[in-house]
């Protein structure tokens, strides 16, 4: 074998083995509560035995309410942000003012700072404002981390998007109200529904931002995870719990990735 | 069927004056072209026409009516664009029936409208595809079909062949034209390209820094610039200083000078006197190449730029410390079109004098 292929064949090599490894751990850490939560069993143990759907049974009457309560909140927080967004990156990139580069350092910059930081600062807020335990105070909360991405998303999008559009529209006869309906949101549709799908995802497994503001009536499903792990340890029925979480959360990915198609994925900004 | 007066118009942008109180009246049914190089204002004029900007001064008057306060969506009006807007979410079809629906035409009129227009720019049948499906030029003419199906009183184009390639160029120029010819609207266009205005034009507006510097036909122009900047910005150009020996009177109006050593008539307008200093433009394709020498007609040099180039050759010719441009056709282009270093003799058949006052290039 001459110098070019032998050269060409160990790259291809290394590559395989390095994603090979990716993939494996990956799937240790994503999958290996998923697998388990087939099997009986009080404790984790590999290989595991007994094949079942009792783990995921048992936990149904307490942890159901819970991930409805999740569901409830990860759907309304990207509705919230999307309703802000849209109005928000409109302006963002289509006008200069004063102060812009300000305002969009503080519109990103949840993401900068530790998310235990901020949840304190919810939980020293809210008594005074009677938002502990409610459903408001958990959205505002959960929009606080997310919004960024949203923004970012629909931000793209906007960008992405030719103003000769909708300046051709008013030549045509069509006023401003008018045209963004039937022309700006189709056109920047696939950035919300990034945006949603991340915005969704994030608000529905977050744990950090709403550990300190939730309460019996209003308690999420990742709360309710860390409450029986921290009594009971690692459960075949804990396991199931995380495996609902997950299979939720990759479903949403996969259907929004179905949907939007590859191509529209590679342009979003995480 | 409407006239366009732009009066007193201005536009500033922050400290940029982009439009300085430029007027001026396009003719119901003719087709002017605001001409001129990039940042001249000719598309914000256009925009504000279009009621895109907003003038900071002055006024836009369709026919009798005041246009200032009337939003864009109202004013009736099809305006092609530069990088095209077609909505890349709509069928072709939706694209050109977009405008029609706006307005609450009736569905099968809309059809048969769609249709007629799509054939008007040869575009049948492609109905069904997207804009993202179609060459360059293929979306440029449904684009000028969904401009003419609402049928607007002016029309107006923003540079819009500058994205073509060149044969694309020419023949949608020349579609243009026969449209216009066709429907006869009132259209202003927008171009910095000197031939595209050319070939479209019954008149052209010349811009400069927010300024209308020359208006007239293509022939005017090029004819008789009046300030230097519109003698460069149109065809090639040599500025030479002359003196005036005498003022012939007649029609045309022609003055003798004595420039570069030799007595040419130029053509003129404005009053000089014998004794004036002026500047003349003499165009390279006026100058031509002769053997025989005339006293006080030839002038001669030597060459220092030889091109040949197909069609001509062009050169630049040193007389009398002063570099003429010089193009040659017919015979001429062959006989000299490896000439660097040698002597030759060169005659002016034609030149004209750019009045004084203007401010020079």
Redesign the interface.
């Known amino acids: 074998m001459n110098g070019i292929k032998w050269r060409k064949l160990c790259t291809k090599t290394i590559w395989t083995a390095y994603l090979a490894f990716i993939t494996i751990v990956l799937w240790m850490i994503f999958f290996i509560l998923f697998t388990h939560s087939f099997f009986k069993g009080v404790t984790l143990q590999f290989p595991p035995e007994g094949l079942t759907f009792e783990n995921y049974t048992q936990i149904a009457s307490a942890f159901y309410p819970a991930l409805r309560i999740s569901l409830l909140l990860g759907v309304a927080t990207s509705v919230f942000d999307a309703l802000l967004a849209v109005p928000a990156s409109y302006v963002l990139t289509r006008y200069e003012f004063k102060g812009k580069d300000v305002i969009n350092t503080i519109l990103l910059g949840p993401t900068m700072v530790p998310a235990i930081s901020l949840a304190l600062g919810f939980l020293a807020l809210y008594p005074h404002l009677k938002l502990m335990d409610t459903f408001w105070g958990l959205l505002f909360a959960l929009s606080i981390v997310t919004m960024p991405y949203m923004l970012r998303s629909v931000m793209s999008a906007f960008n992405e998007l030719?103003p000769?559009?909708e300046?051709?529209?008013?030549?045509?006869?069509?006023?401003r109200v008018?045209s963004f309906f039937l022309?700006t949101l189709?056109?920047i549709g696939p950035g919300i529904l990034a945006g949603f799908m991340l915005s969704f995802i994030i608000a529905f497994n977050e744990f950090t931002m709403i550990i300190f503001i939730y309460g019996p009536k209003w308690l999420p499903a990742s709360v309710w995870l860390w409450n029986m792990l921290h009594m009971y340890g690692i459960t075949p029925g804990f396991a199931a719990g995380v495996a609902v979480m997950q299979l939720i959360s990759f479903g949403v990915l996969a259907l929004v990735i179905g949907v939007l198609g590859r191509r529209y994925l590679r342009g979003v900004s995480f | 069927m409407t006239s366009v007066r732009v009066e007193n118009l201005t536009k500033k942008f922050g400290d940029t004056l982009a439009v300085d109180a430029i007027d001026f009246t396009i003719a119901d049914g003719e087709l002017a072209t605001l001409l001129g190089p990039s940042g001249c204002g000719k598309s914000t004029t256009l925009r504000c026409i279009?009621?895109?900007e907003e003038a900071d001064e002055g006024s836009i008057y369709f026919g009798d009516r005041r246009m200032n306060d009337v939003?864009?969506?109202?004013?009736?009006?099809?305006?092609l664009?530069q990088?095209?807007?077609?909505?890349?979410?709509m069928k072709v079809f939706d694209n050109v029936a977009?405008?029609l629906r706006?307005?609450g035409v009736a569905k099968d009129e809309i059809a048969r409208r769609v249709k007629d227009n799509l054939a008007l720019v040869q575009m049948s049948g492609y109905e069904n595809r997207y804009p993202r499906q179609l060459s360059g030029g293929q979306q440029q003419r449904v684009a000028l079909a969904?401009t003419m199906v609402?049928d607007p009183e002016i029309l107006l184009f923003d540079e819009p062949l500058s994205s073509l390639d060149a044969k694309l160029r020419e023949e949608l120029k020349l579609e243009i034209r026969r449209l216009h010819r066709q429907t006869g609207k009132t259209t202003i266009y927008v171009t910095h390209d000197q031939g595209e205005a050319f070939a479209i034009s019954d008149q052209i507006y010349v811009m400069n820094a927010g300024r209308l510097e020359q208006s007239g036909t293509p022939l005017d122009l090029y004819m008789n610039p009046t300030s230097p900047f519109v003698a460069s910005f149109i065809g090639t150009h040599n500025f030479v200083p002359a003196k005036v020996s005498a003022v012939v009177s007649g029609e045309p109006r022609s003055i003798a000078v004595h420039a570069l050593g030799c007595e040419v008539t130029a053509d003129y307008e404005e009053g000089v006197v014998a004794g004036d200093d002026v500047t003349l433009l003499i165009r390279p394709e006026d100058i031509v190449a002769v053997t025989a020498t005339e006293a006080g007609k030839t002038i001669s040099g030597e060459v220092q730029v030889s091109t040949f180039s197909g069609a001509s050759t062009y050169l630049e010719v040193k007389v009398n410390g002063h570099v003429l441009k010089a193009s040659l056709f017919g015979e001429s282009r062959f006989k000299y079109m490896d000439a660097v270093g040698q002597e030759i003799g060169l005659q002016i058949r034609r030149c004209s004098v750019i009045p004084r006052g203007k401010v020079a290039e």
């Open positions: 030719d000769a559009l300046e051709a529209a008013l030549t045509l006869g069509c006023g008018k022309i189709p056109l | 279009v009621g895109l939003p864009v969506a109202n004013r009736n009006i099809g305006l664009f990088r095209l807007a077609l909505f890349p979410h977009f405008g706006m307005k969904r609402t």
